[in-house]
């Protein structure tokens, strides 16, 4: 369906202030008065050209001119024209479904028209794309530069680019599939041996009495620490980025994994017994050994699936802020009345707000521990209307962030499909203009040997 007033479909040809234009087999007849409101677009440029009688400009202007009929072809998109000719009677532009945003903009430039006119819905809409394309550009980079190692100029530059896929690529080869997977299964190892060796029944008591990890579970521990430290040591020099490298906050996360197990050694066999006795020295070594959890976060780096939530919600933030302070404001207020509904009761469990504080956080997320919980009649009326808002709360952001997670999730693929597709494209253009080559130097030979 037409967007503008229907055109004047007559077998008149281009007279004074009309234009007869014929886009991709569309032809319709333009009033002057209409195209000069922007005079610098093609269009208007075509008006003056006709009303000048002038051919001189008219084939750098459009693809072909019929000087019968005084009408103008072009070889483009008509869905597209179709929307380019709102500007001159709306003075804006909305890109139609179905049009690529990136190609809409092309025909913008061919026909002269400012992107400045596209309404603040388009532009949000193109500015996506954009963004799109910028990271499918990545990507290609990327997987360029995976499969193009030679370009390094020197000998430790290619070791240097090739022990970075081995240690971070884990597609590219499979030596570097056998690197990850080691990496994971050491990764589940030590967070089991961390588990297992809490366990009572599995410790031996040192000299002192106390109960210690079993040297064989410490042996393991050990074993994989210094694979840890290898795989960050060997990253580390491998990174074309070292800054980069260690201001990331996943390879933070695995130096704070690995670091706190050489500061215990060191505390426990570099000082002396003297300062071993120390209680803080004590506690510190202990609180050293609870970071141990932070390697569990090392998973992230071998699991797409966990990046991609990870990602989720942080583009979920608005939606999660929204939960927090409706809950925040939920047990301020449901804590206070619970708390006044309960100080006639004289064995109340209620003895202060901030102590109300846990019985509404519970309550509203449908825990119930039942540590606290109100007495009178008021009382567990405020109790169930609590946790009824607090099934509310919870239910209604659920549905946008799961919603994000899978748009999110798709656009990655959709990414990552659309980059192999470039490098498939790239590599059958490389390979033509190979065999054209290769086939004029074969001219060439022929022509000379004859």
């Known amino acids: 369906m037409w967007t503008v007033p229907k055109p004047q479909y007559r077998a008149g040809a281009c007279s004074e202030g009309r234009v007869a234009v014929n886009v991709g087999g569309v032809r319709l007849v333009l009033l002057g008065d209409v195209l000069r409101r922007y005079p610098e677009s093609r269009l208007a440029e075509l008006l003056d050209c006709c009303c000048d009688r002038s051919s001189d400009v008219v084939p750098s202007l459009c693809d072909d001119f019929d000087p019968g009929s005084k009408e103008f072809y072009f070889d483009r998109d008509p869905d597209a024209f179709k929307c380019i000719i709102d500007v001159y009677y709306f003075d804006e532009i909305h890109i139609k479904r179905g049009l690529c945003p990136i190609c809409f903009t092309k025909e913008m430039e061919f026909w002269k028209i400012d992107q400045g006119v596209l309404d603040e819905c388009c532009k949000s809409y193109l500015s996506e794309k954009e963004e799109e394309l910028t990271e499918i550009a990545n990507k290609v980079k990327v997987i360029l530069e995976d499969v193009d190692v030679e370009r390094s100029l020197t000998r430790t530059q290619r070791c240097q680019r090739l022990l970075w896929r081995l240690m971070e690529k884990p597609g590219s080869s499979p030596a570097a599939r056998v690197v990850a997977i080691a990496s994971f299964l050491s990764i589940l190892v030590s967070a089991v041996v961390m588990c297992v060796g809490t366990i009572p029944e599995l410790q031996v008591e040192d000299a002192e009495g106390k109960l210690v990890e079993h040297p064989i579970l410490e042996g393991i521990e050990t074993a994989c620490m210094l694979w840890f430290t290898a795989e960050f040591l060997l990253r580390l020099a491998s990174s074309p980025h070292k800054l980069r490298f260690l201001l990331s906050f996943m390879n933070i996360i695995d130096f704070m994994a690995i670091a706190p197990f050489y500061v215990v050694l060191s505390l426990t066999h570099l000082g002396s017994a003297s300062m071993m006795e120390l209680g803080n020295v004590q506690q510190a070594v202990q609180a050293l050994r609870i970071l141990r959890i932070a390697r569990i976060f090392k998973l992230a780096r071998h699991s797409s699936g966990l990046q991609t939530l990870t990602c989720a919600l942080k583009r979920s933030l608005a939606e999660l802020g929204l939960l927090l302070m409706y809950m925040g404001v939920g047990i301020f207020v449901f804590s206070a009345l619970g708390y006044t509904m309960e100080q006639s009761h004289p064995e ?59 748009v999110f999730y798709n656009q990655q693929k959709g990414l990552e499909t659309a980059a192999k597709h470039e490098v498939e494209l790239m590599e059958l253009k490389a390979d033509k203009q190979a065999r054209r080559k290769s086939g004029e130097l074969d001219e060439g030979t022929t022509m000379e040997a004859s």
Do not use: E
């Open 348 to 406: 109340t469990l209620f003895r202060s707000i901030p102590q109300s504080f846990w019985w509404a956080i519970i309550t509203m997320t449908t825990v119930g521990y039942g540590d606290i919980y109100p007495k009178t009649t008021l009382g567990k009326c405020n109790a169930a209307l609590s946790f009824l808002c607090g099934v509310i709360a919870i239910a209604l952001p659920i549905h946008p962030i799961i919603n994000n997670f899978v």
